[in-house]
């Protein structure tokens, strides 16, 4: 989860195997605080916290397009979630992030990728301070 800051503010343990988005979301129990809007995407489907407000790119329907309104909301939902995929993008700079990590125990390699976090975090917030000096 990142904030508009592209700030991680929260990564989900790792899991062996595959496990759907929303049931991984569901069994960390994860809360939001009230009045908060999340965008997520159609792996979350039907994951509507309360005091939440949930948007989601709306899905055409079998047989049916999409009318211009849904395509332009679709859009400006896109435009706002890619900077997820750049916040992912910008983690992934550490080359021992990018390529397969091979220390033994999922423990470790979970805590390299929080460092990897952290290192993202702490640069956004020293860019945010050289910019304002």
């Known amino acids: 989860m990142t904030n508009t800051d592209n700030l991680v503010l929260y990564v989900s343990p790792s899991y062996q195997g595959s496990i759907h988005d929303k049931k991984l979301l569901e069994e960390e129990g994860v809360t939001f605080p009230p009045n908060i809007v999340l965008m997520h995407d159609l792996g979350y489907q039907g994951f509507n916290p309360e005091n939440v407000e949930v948007i989601m790119?709306?899905?055409?329907?079998?047989?049916?397009?999409?009318?211009?309104?849904?395509?332009?909301?679709?859009?400006?939902?896109?435009?706002?979630?890619?900077?997820?995929?750049?916040?992912i993008e910008k983690i992934k700079i550490l080359r021992v992030l990018r390529d397969k990590i091979r220390i033994k125990g999922w423990q470790k390699r979970q805590e390299v990728f929080l460092i990897g976090c952290a290192l993202n975090n702490l640069r956004v917030k020293s860019r945010k301070l050289n910019y304002n000096s």
């Open 57 to 87: 790119p709306k899905k055409k329907k079998k047989g049916e397009a999409l009318s211009a309104l849904d395509k332009l909301l679709n859009q400006m939902i896109s435009s706002i979630r890619v900077k997820v995929e750049h916040v």
